[in-house]
């Protein structure tokens, strides 16, 4: 069965509407833990529009679990990942004007930058994944670029507006998995998934891990965090392959 990373970026952008102190993601971050997911993940902007250095900071200190860390190739945040030393780096694209990351990164147009910063991370040990769509070239590009895991953008099958177009999806998603493994890569997914389309997904052979956010969050509205959490983590040991 496939771990579970609960994005908790969603938390703060609800703080963020009223610019107040709560509600607060890193107590969210707990929440996660103790409903059952595998790891925390958070995206350290550059403008800082969710999750600030505060938030980066306090994680690190009380996440019990995998502390992914979704960033940009800029040099501040580098820097700060540098010091920080989270588990794992997730190198994402970053446009101000997006509400949330969309598409992957540009591994082989950015190959230059992306295998200096791939360097002085894995260089204070940190794991780095590139975010990338399902692109063979996409894909040996980021093990060529020294990346240990990829995380696979599922926007394309859940932004499916019929089966046809969720199937090509699907076969896209099935070939860069297998391209993945054959060049040592772990794979991840994420993007888009929900309580509603994560099924067959989950039953995806070739997964490790899944990071889920805004249908998390957006579920422990009703629930809480801790029942969201055991609720996905449910959906994807029964779909498990």
Not at 140 to 148: L, Q
Request: net charge negative; proline share 4%; with cysteine.
């Amino acid at each position: 069965m496939a771990q579970l990373g609960v994005n908790i970026d969603h938390v703060a952008t609800v703080r963020q509407a009223r610019r107040a102190d709560e509600p607060d993601p890193v107590w969210a971050a707990v929440e996660a833990e103790l409903g059952g997911a595998d790891g925390i993940t958070f995206h350290l902007r550059e403008d800082r529009r969710h999750i600030n250095d505060r938030d980066a900071r306090l994680l690190k200190e009380t996440v019990a679990t995998k502390l992914n860390m979704e960033m940009a190739v800029a040099e501040e945040v580098v820097r700060i990942a540098e010091e920080l030393r989270p588990d794992q780096c997730t190198l994402v694209p970053e446009q101000r004007e997006e509400l949330t990351t969309e598409g992957g990164l540009d591994v082989v147009r950015h190959r230059s930058r992306v295998v200096e910063v791939v360097k002085r991370l894995g260089g204070v040990g940190i794991v780095t994944s590139a975010f990338v769509e399902p692109i063979p070239e996409q894909v040996r590009a980021s093990a060529e670029g020294g990346f240990e895991a990829i995380e696979l953008w599922t926007g394309r099958y859940a932004h499916a507006h019929n089966k046809e177009q969720q199937r090509t999806a699907m076969d896209e998603l099935r070939r860069a998995i297998d391209i993945g493994h054959e060049v040592g890569l772990e794979v991840h997914g994420g993007h888009g998934l929900t309580y509603r389309n994560i099924g067959p997904i989950a039953a995806m052979p070739g997964f490790g891990e899944f990071n889920i956010g805004h249908s998390i969050v957006s579920r422990a509205v009703f629930v809480g965090m801790r029942g969201a959490v055991r609720e996905m983590k449910e959906l994807l040991a029964k779909h498990a392959p």
